[in-house]
């Protein structure tokens, strides 16, 4: 977080060639219980997505499909991109498209400014390009002339194009990612990117135009070249937040308030147009540069990179017909470290689905529900305070806050799971049903419920930035919503105090919150 209590952040700019599969929804969905959790903290929060539609790629899909460019992309935000992202629950509070007035006109004034100062010269590009990558390749990057990420023979281009002088920022990177690791994460990623830099290979400076198509936006002092569509695409990151505006005007302010980026969320494969290219750009318009790169990994099909190209891509709603969206969102976060590979398997889903979420979490909440409704008249009961639950309350809450901020999302649901499993055990060994048989032992029931009952309200919380839907429901059953407000305005600094579920709430039972997977749909 930065230290004005500001936290911006964003997800790539998808490409519009095809409609989403579980890979994009794997950043978009990170990226928002990230920003939900530091919602959570009290910040003041930004996230950003967007979708990516200049370039070759997107212009050989919609002659492909007998439609215009632009009306190929409006069609697939509308129908294909939007719809996803507001099915799984993401709270964007910005979506950019890099057709938009408002983006094309600051990247215009962004890349003059870097003629203006210098940074832009005349030269020619004689080497291959990947159209599925949109880049322009090195020698180690193909494989018997296919790039080695699409499998697909290159192109071998020879144009006169505008370079950026990209070389000059090398001393500069190497530097920020020698001193200040945290700007590009894991360690991995940032090896990787140090050991590009400093390779045998120099880095060279970058074409940042193409002129064979027409498809993007114009150089402004050269209107029969276009934008490369990386050098476009990239600056969606400061267009959406005013980049170059007045100072004075709501841009401006924008930019003021939200720039630099807090974290860039991005995939393994194009990290380096994000840790290389991204800051040395902004280092040329002399603007700060984003305070952490991270790359995660890639969702695997056969040990693949999913992909729609390789007829491997699972949509969302697959797997959401089957699981619901908050066990979707729940899952790959909760199965795969956050920056390494991982396969997605229908069985591990189904077994963590059924032992983590049906089990550990809902039935809990399902038998205290009962429980107070059976034993309590349907109402809270006075505050009780089990020392030990409240003590491990406060280590949780301190665990997954600091696993999250680090991106470490296995790490924070771990930390609360093992908090929920943690109360379950505390209900099994206090045996309510045994006491309620036993008139003289009411007091302690109702210390049971309560403590489990307030326990419960801090797991809703907690888990609320990956759960939405679920955890409102259970604390609206808790009826925390009447008692304590919407569950959306709980800070996680303040969880950990105990004894704040109100005596008296009623409680109500809601839906099944993971109803049984039928056999037979467990695939
Ligand atoms: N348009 C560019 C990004 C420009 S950002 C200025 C692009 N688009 S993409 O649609 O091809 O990919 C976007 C993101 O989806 C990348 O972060 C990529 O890693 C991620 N994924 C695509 N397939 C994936 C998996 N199989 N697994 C995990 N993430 C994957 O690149």
């Known amino acids: 977080m930065a230290s004005n209590g500001k936290f911006y952040l964003t997800t790539p700019i998808y490409y519009v060639n095809d409609a989403p599969h579980i890979g994009h929804a794997y950043t978009t969905v990170a990226g928002d219980v990230l920003t939900r959790w530091h919602r959570a903290r009290g910040e003041n929060v930004w996230f950003l997505t967007g979708t990516d539609e200049h370039g070759e790629k997107v212009m050989n899909t919609a002659a492909q499909n007998q439609v215009s460019p632009q009306e190929w992309c409006d069609r697939l935000v509308e129908s294909a991109w939007k719809p996803v992202w507001e099915h799984l629950n993401i709270a964007n509070d910005d979506f950019i498209r890099t057709t938009e007035e408002r983006h094309e006109t600051r990247v215009q004034r962004f890349l003059q400014g870097l003629k203006d100062q210098g940074h832009i010269y005349l030269g020619k590009y004689e080497g291959p390009y990947c159209i599925g990558c949109e880049e322009f390749k090195l020698p180690g990057d193909l494989d018997d002339n296919k790039c080695v990420v699409h499998g697909r023979p290159v192109e071998m281009l020879s144009e006169e194009n505008w370079f950026f002088k990209l070389s000059a920022f090398v001393p500069a990177l190497i530097e920020r990612y020698t001193k200040n690791p945290g700007a590009c994460e894991p360690a991995s990623a940032r090896n990787e990117v140090l050991a590009f830099l400093q390779g045998e290979t120099p880095v060279t400076d970058l074409s940042i135009s193409r002129s064979t198509f027409d498809w993007g936006i114009p150089v402004p002092w050269d209107t029969k070249q276009v934008i490369y569509v990386w050098f476009d695409a990239l600056l969606n990151y400061a267009t959406a937040v005013g980049l170059g505006d007045d100072p004075a005007s709501e841009g401006g302010k924008k930019f003021a308030e939200f720039w630099p980026a807090d974290v860039h969320l991005v995939g393994k494969d194009i990290l380096r147009f994000h840790a290389v290219i991204w800051p040395a750009m902004l280092m040329a318009a002399g603007l700060p540069v984003p305070e952490k790169i991270f790359a995660h990994g890639w969702l695997l099909v056969g040990g693949e990179k999913m992909s729609k190209s390789k007829l491997t891509g699972i949509a969302p709603r697959d797997i959401t017909d089957h699981f619901g969206v908050d066990a979707f969102r729940y899952y790959f976060l909760r199965a795969i470290p956050f920056g390494s590979d991982g396969s997605f398997s229908w069985e591990d889903m189904s077994a963590r689905y059924t032992s983590e979420l049906a089990n550990d979490f809902g039935n809990l909440a399902s038998r205290l529900i009962a429980m107070i409704e059976k034993y309590s008249g349907g109402k809270i009961p006075a505050v009780a305070h089990d020392p030990e639950l409240s003590a491990l309350l406060a280590q949780t809450v301190t665990a997954a806050d600091d696993a999250i901020l680090a991106l470490d999302f296995q790490g924070g649901i771990n930390a609360i799971m093992d908090f929920c499993k943690r109360v379950n055990g505390y209900v099994t060994e206090k045996e309510p049903w045994a006491v309620a048989k036993d008139e003289t032992r009411t007091a302690e029931l109702m210390d049971i419920l309560y403590n489990t ?27 925390a919503d009447q008692s304590m407000g919407p569950i959306s305005e709980q800070r996680i600094g303040l969880v950990a ?17 993971f109803p049984r997977l039928e056999e037979a749909e467990a695939k």
Do not use: C, F
Not at 455 to 478: D, G, N, Y
Not at 497 to 513: F, H, R
């Open 453 to 479: 009952a307030d326990s419960i309200r801090a797991l809703a919380v907690l888990l609320h930035p990956i759960m939405p839907t679920t955890t409102e429901i259970l604390w609206k059953s808790l009826g």
């Open 497 to 513: 105090k105990w004894g704040q579920l109100p005596e008296g709430s009623t409680v109500t039972k809601g839906a099944v919150l």
